[in-house]
């Protein structure tokens, strides 16, 4: 009897766990010319994962493609991707350390940028009190 109450909670707690989405923190520092395939590896996250929690933590050059009239390689604007994402439930977390050591008017962030007081204090918060996978693309 209890070894089959045992097996019973077992099979329940897997289901639950599997029924649960993964949150995950995208780490990004790196400029625009990386830009574009962050937001691909995050729109193929979706795909895959559609109740997945998505976080994107910005900070030094990573908070460029968050600039208004930032735009690829290509000339393509990234503020289309961007508020794709956000509909699809992205946070986007621009670091304030950095917008005040490069002197970076906090307007001329995309409307879907969020202000947090250090990014990688961001991080390490949602890695330790948030449960968030880390991924650095």
Do not use: W
């Not at 289901?15 to 790196?30: D, F, L, P």
């Not at 307007?107 to 390490?124: D, F, Q, R, T, W």
């Amino acid at each position: 009897m209890r070894q089959a109450f045992l097996a019973l909670l077992l099979a329940f707690c897997a289901a639950t766990v599997s029924a649960q989405s993964i949150k995950t923190v995208y780490h990004v520092n790196t400029g625009v010319e990386s830009a574009s395939a962050v937001l691909n590896n995050i729109t193929n996250h979706l795909n895959a994962d559609p109740e997945a929690k998505i976080v994107v933590v910005t900070h030094g050059p990573g908070i460029d493609f968050l600039m208004s009239d930032a735009k690829d390689s290509q000339g393509r604007e990234f503020s289309g991707p961007v508020s794709a994402l956000a509909a699809r439930g992205v946070d986007f977390r621009v670091c304030n350390n950095t917008l005040v050591s490069r002197k970076i008017d906090a307007g001329l962030l995309l409307m879907e940028a969020k202000i947090v007081p250090s990014g990688v204090a961001e991080v390490a918060r949602l890695q330790a009190k948030e449960g968030f996978v880390y991924l650095k693309p």
